[in-house]
């Protein structure tokens, strides 16, 4: 028993000094990516990365909350260098936690545009999506939208749908509205919007594609790309109702279209802060942008970067040019005044 102990005890030391050798090897670096996606383009980018490096990337999945609350308990012991989640609002939440550190990077901030990535450099917009308007063509002429506003008019009374209050992305797009017309106008936007509801809010973003195509309403408030996921979706009704609807671009000749980031930074306590960098700008550069966009049919935020064949389909659109840094700091408040509306 003791001599086992004893045996243990040694092995354990050597292994830790093995471990600090490995870490002063050039040849043997390594950086611990925690993501939320999943695609396997991203594979690919990091191979890539690699062998251009040297620097091997471990990735751990999971949503984004998961991964959030994971950092938080895992405190100075995480093993995570880099965080990939998707929404300024979550973002602004990992940096109120104390979860990432400040990067001064000229490469990430010429590749990224400034509105794109947080104040303080904590975090970094890679790809971008917009949250649109789609219609039925049956019911809908386009020239009968606008925008976001405009819902609320008598017209379009029990023929809209979007996600509950509580999701972020609907948290966020009333923080953009906060921002740009002040709380009393957005109030009364939200009002207005949950007053012409086709019905209770209920489901995910392609869920309230899916209630248009069926008859349920006639416009929905959702991002982009779960167009494009549905159209290439194994599920026959997806690509049904991907095929059938279009996507309007609101508040051209005004604010401009609500959009947000999936973004990276490096964590607080990562262990490899400066591969963690390379890393990111890595995937902020010309050639990882669309590659990395593409994969989740988002935008690149790189200006040089070619787009995706279908959002290309689209047309050019006029996005919000709020620095998205200010959604998580409306968050709070847009959620208050959801709530206060009536929006479920
Ligand atoms: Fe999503």
């Given at each position: ?170 948290q966020?797009?009333m923080a953009s509205?906060i921002e740009?017309?002040?709380e ?142 200010v959604l998580g700091e409306h968050s709070y408040r847009a ?10």
């Amino acid at each position: 028993m003791r001599k086992s102990l004893i045996f243990l005890l040694v092995f354990s030391v050597m292994l830790v000094l093995a471990g600090c050798q490995l870490g002063t090897s050039s040849s043997d670096r390594s950086i611990t990516v925690y993501s939320e996606r999943h695609y396997d383009t991203d594979q690919y980018l990091f191979d890539l990365f690699e062998q251009e490096t040297g620097i091997e990337v471990r990735v751990i999945d999971g949503n984004a909350d998961q991964l959030i609350n994971r950092l938080d308990n895992e405190g100075e012991d995480t093993e995570a260098d880099v965080l990939i989640i998707a929404d300024a609002g979550r973002l602004h939440r990992a940096k109120s936690m104390d979860l990432l550190q400040p990067v001064h990077s000229d490469v990430l901030f010429n590749n990224i545009p400034a509105n794109y990535r947080d104040e303080d450099n904590m975090w970094f917009g890679l790809t971008k999506r917009a949250r649109v308007l789609v219609y039925h063509p049956d019911r809908v002429d386009p020239s009968e939208l606008s925008t976001y506003e405009a819902l609320t008019e008598p017209q379009f009374k029990g023929r809209v749908v979007t996600r509950t209050s509580t999701n972020i992305y609907n948290q966020s797009l009333m923080a953009s509205l906060i921002e740009i017309m002040g709380e009393t106008e957005a109030k009364a936007f939200a009002a207005g919007l949950t007053a012409n509801f086709a019905r209770t809010p209920a489901g995910n973003d392609r869920d309230q594609a899916k209630y248009v195509v069926e008859g349920g309403a006639d416009i929905a408030i959702m991002n982009t790309y779960y167009i494009g996921r549905m159209m290439n979706s194994s599920d026959r009704f997806e690509q049904e109702v991907a095929n059938t609807v279009k996507v309007f671009f609101p508040n051209q000749n005004t604010s401009g279209t609500h959009v947000n980031v999936s973004a990276a930074g490096v964590t607080k306590h990562a262990n490899h802060s400066e591969d963690a960098i390379k890393f990111i700008e890595f995937l902020s550069s010309e050639t990882a942008q669309s590659k990395f966009a593409s994969a989740n049919y988002e935008y690149p935020v790189h200006v040089n970067v070619e787009i995706d064949d279908l959002l290309a389909s689209w047309g050019d659109f006029t996005a919000q040019s709020i620095p998205l840094s200010v959604l998580g700091e409306h968050s709070y408040r847009a959620a208050v005044i959801m709530d206060e509306v009536g929006w479920e």
